[in-house]
């Protein structure tokens, strides 16, 4: 589970950690500054966890009206599934609606590899365009294959790990 901070707004405060939607309502409920007055407004920071899940928080711009979905992805999601929000939100500039956000709803295709040549060589291999003979495997120009697949894919980094993506 993720480890967040409450940091308030306010310079008389202080602020705290959490690690669920309990406990921050919990604490934040409590918090008070010098002058004994409830603290309302926090910047909600990520501080440890899972690198997918640090990139996840950045992708859902984490704040204290949207950290409930931000766990409840966290708990529920699958790395793909938070891979495929990430790209979709924080790449391709989705929007979305954090009560009610379903990572199936974002039309993304995510393949595992580090450059484009060789996701050109990929699609060579798996028949992409069509049957190609042997005796002219040869002559295939993997680089204008891959400056033609650079028109709708685009490389990224996400928890480490380089991917190519398609976002329609």
């Known amino acids: 589970m993720p480890q967040l901070h409450a940091q308030p707004y306010d310079f008389a405060a202080s602020g705290f950690y ?75 500039g989705y929007s979305f609606d954090p009560a009610n956000v379903n990572p199936s709803d974002f039309d993304v295709d995510i393949y595992h590899v580090d450059s484009m040549k060789e996701l050109a060589e990929q699609f060579v291999d798996e028949g992409f365009f069509g049957e190609i003979p042997d005796h002219l495997a040869n002559y295939i120009d993997m680089d204008a294959i891959t400056r033609d697949l650079e028109v709708d894919y685009t490389e990224t980094e996400i928890a480490g790990e380089r991917l190519i993506y398609r976002a329609n």
């Open 18 to 92: 959490f690690e669920s939607l309990e406990e921050y309502a919990a604490k934040e409920s409590n918090n008070r500054n010098d002058y004994g007055e409830r603290i309302e407004e926090y910047d909600i920071q990520f501080i440890d966890g899972d690198y997918i899940d640090c990139d996840l928080a950045k992708a859902w711009g984490i704040n204290q009206a949207n950290i409930g979905g931000y766990f409840q992805a966290c708990e529920s999601w699958d790395d793909h599934d938070k891979t495929v929000f990430i790209i979709a939100i924080g790449e391709a």
